[in-house]
């Protein structure tokens, strides 16, 4: 049985996922993450056998920690680095273009009746989950311009 928490890295597969993306050079990272966001979209179909909602909503953070107002996210994934858990991940620079692909992929996977919020056995983990969702949101939502 794997781990799965209520943080944008808390689940072991989000762990598995931004080890991957550690594996691409800094500036191909956007890159890789906008492949992800169009199959997401392109192959909704596919939830559950090639793609799932803890990867989509690591995938997001990853983009929004580097944007303004992603300064929370982005410490986490500062302490992940200096927990030697993963590779340092972030983007280079702020990558706008991706906030609304982000934002889209974000909400088909934990909307409000998403599965991201499904099964949580309390709630405390359903809150929490749906704070990270939120915050999430709001960055991705003002990074891409759009009013929120």
């Known amino acids: ?4 928490g ?12 931004l080890g991957e993306l550690a594996e691409r050079p800094p500036e191909r990272r956007g890159s890789a993450l906008a492949r992800m966001f169009l199959f997401v979209k392109d192959n ?3 939830l559950w056998r090639e793609f799932f909602p803890d990867e989509v909503v690591a995938a ?10 992603g300064q929370q996210i982005d410490e986490q994934l500062e302490a992940l680095v200096e927990q030697d858990l993963v590779p ?5 620079a ?4 991706l906030a609304g692909a982000a934002l889209q992929a974000l909400t088909f996977v934990a909307g409000p009746e998403g599965p991201w919020h499904q099964g949580w056995t309390n709630d405390t983990d359903a809150a929490e989950a749906r704070e990270t969702i ?3 949101s709001r960055v991705l939502t003002l ?3 759009a009013p929120e």
């Open 88 to 92: 340092d991940v972030r983007l280079p």
């Open 94 to 97: 702020p990558a706008s273009d």
């Open 143 to 145: 990074g891409a311009g």
């Open 1 to 4: 049985m794997g781990t799965f």
């Open 60 to 69: 997001a953070a990853v983009v929004a920690a580097a944007l303004p107002g």
């Open 6 to 17: 209520t943080g944008p890295f808390s689940s072991d597969g989000a762990m598995d996922f």
């Open 134 to 136: 939120a915050v999430l």
């Open 44 to 46: 909704p179909e596919l």
